[in-house]
């Protein structure tokens, strides 16, 4: 399978995605002492999950099906709908169903554990439960998937996750990026800022060193998108739709998303319609943004604006 370029990794997969890192972390989870003879076989579904970023982790040991999904934002009571969707690709994509579920031969599958790590400021169910969502209460349910939800906020994450290195070093990063936010420092200064004392620290200095852009542009992808979607949630879903087609493209990106409506408004519907509409249907045929901001006579960081509404929106 190969990967899809749409999407770039979140942070969870540049700290997880390889063999002896999945391990430790199944280990940790389970208060297993580590085993490094345990085969780990690594699992790539290319979807998109949770936002422009693929945050998921999947693999199998020991015929189970261990996925960890990292989860910033605000919390969602619909990640068990979201993984019954993510499980179902999974199966089909690696284990070739098509016309195999109609033989008699019974096609086995791994069993699957679900894990989210989440970090956000809402509290949160160690539990989360696809039942919970059923209009019509039967026990025991016939159909159901449960998520294991880990709270990793610093310093309260779980003592059998204290020494593992990529789940503590994430942690410690986002609390300190998280406040350095809240104390009014822009994202650029923030993501720097913390990179730096991380190092300093000797907290995962070779991977910060080696991944500062990716990580810096990563983190930027989410803050942005939360703001983005916040802001649709405010208008509702169809002045969320008019904030990507309407607004300003002369001079409204660049103050804001509100103002950019207004004077998207004032310069004329008709053209900022058509021209909006014209950016999105490039985004959407993979074009480049260098490519749209030089057909289009716009910067770079309004089209990233143009990416990150269609995100909101399509959310």
Avoid: W
Wanted: glycine share 6%; charged share 25%; hydrophobic share 40%.
């Amino acid at each position: 399978m190969q990967p899809n370029k749409q999407y770039k990794d979140g942070l969870i997969r540049l700290l997880l995605n390889n063999p002896d890192k999945a391990r430790k972390l199944y280990c940790d989870v389970k208060g297993k002492p580590y085993d490094p003879n345990m085969v780990v076989e690594m699992k790539d579904l290319n979807v998109q999950f949770m936002s422009g970023l693929r945050n998921d982790i999947s693999f199998i040991v020991d015929g189970v099906l261990v996925v960890f999904f990292e989860h910033q934002s605000t919390f969602n009571p619909n990640m068990p709908l979201r993984v019954l969707y993510y499980v179902v690709l999974f199966f089909a994509a690696y284990f070739q169903m098509g016309m195999s579920l109609y033989t008699k031969s019974l096609i086995k599958l791994p069993f699957p554990e679900f894990y989210v790590l989440y970090n956000g400021k809402e509290s949160c169910k160690k539990e989360l439960r696809l039942s919970d969502a059923f209009m019509t209460k039967n026990e025991p349910p016939n159909l159901e998937l449960v998520i294991k939800v880990i709270d990793i906020n610093y310093p309260n994450l779980p003592q059998n996750l204290k020494d593992n290195e990529a789940i503590s070093g994430y942690s410690y990063f986002i609390f300190k990026m998280t406040n350095k936010l809240e104390q009014g420092m822009s994202f650029a200064e923030a993501s720097r800022s913390a990179i730096d004392e991380c190092i300093a620290e000797g907290i995962m200095p070779e991977f910060f060193e080696q991944f500062r852009n990716e990580v810096e542009s990563m983190f930027a992808l989410i803050y942005d998108e939360e703001m983005a979607k916040k802001v649709a949630r405010d208008e509702g879903r169809e002045e969320g739709m008019e904030m990507g087609i309407e607004k300003g493209i002369e001079k409204g990106i660049e103050k804001g998303i509100e103002k950019g409506i207004e004077k998207g408004k004032e310069q004329g519907k008709e053209q900022g319609i058509s021209e909006s509409l014209a950016i999105l249907q490039s985004l959407k045929d993979n074009m480049s943004a260098h490519e749209i901001a030089s057909q289009y006579s716009i910067s770079v960081e309004q089209v990233e604006q143009f990416r990150l509404f269609a995100a909101a929106i399509s959310a």
